[in-house]
């Protein structure tokens, strides 16, 4: 298969770049990132578009805060309750949009985590053991959604 019908996903160009997921999102809704809609709410950057992206040297600023949409939110602070409250927050998604939308929150969390280590982030201000209890009870609701 030629490479430019090689797709990645938006958490992989996140952390390629060392962003937040939500600003690759914005890029492609305003355009500046080219992607492909497979679903309601899946996308998929040719890697050739990548490619050019990067080569164009585009540069903006990710913002201090990272940006989440109410789904995100909801899932998010469902998580502080435990696995079950992240699978409730979900109850009213498509099996497939919920996938996409826990997969979207848990690529937000490591990205953020990696930004943390680097200095940069402040696990959207909590502290180290409840960003990480988030995070287990995001992925036990994943493994019990699969």
């Known amino acids: 298969m030629p490479d430019e019908f090689l797709t990645v996903y938006v958490y992989e160009v996140a952390e390629l770049l060392k962003m937040n997921?939500?600003?690759?999102r914005n890029w492609i809704d305003q355009g500046k990132l080219p992607a492909v809609r497979v679903g309601p709410r899946r996308v998929r950057i040719k890697q050739a578009d990548l490619d050019r992206f990067l080569k164009a040297g585009e540069i903006v600023e990710a913002p201090a805060e990272p940006e989440r949409d109410e789904e995100?939110?909801?899932?998010f602070d469902a998580a502080a309750k435990g696995?079950?409250?992240?699978?409730?927050?979900?109850?009213?998604?498509?099996p497939e949009e919920s996938r996409a939308?826990?997969?979207?929150?848990?690529?937000d969390l490591v990205v953020e985590l990696n930004r943390a280590l680097d200095g940069g982030g402040d696990l959207y201000g909590l502290d180290?053991?409840?960003?990480l209890q988030r995070h287990g009870a995001l992925w036990a609701a994943k493994?019990?959604?699969?």
């Not at 997921?21 to 690759?24: F, G, L, M, N, V």
């Not at 995100?72 to 899932?75: D, G």
């Not at 180290?128 to 960003?131: S, V």
């Open 21 to 24: 997921a939500q600003t690759i």
């Open 72 to 75: 995100h939110t909801a899932v």
């Open 128 to 131: 180290g053991a409840e960003f």
């Open 143 to 146: 493994l019990r959604n699969s």
């Open 101 to 107: 939308l826990l997969d979207d929150v848990i690529s």
């Open 83 to 94: 696995p079950e409250a992240v699978l409730a927050a979900l109850a009213d998604h498509e």
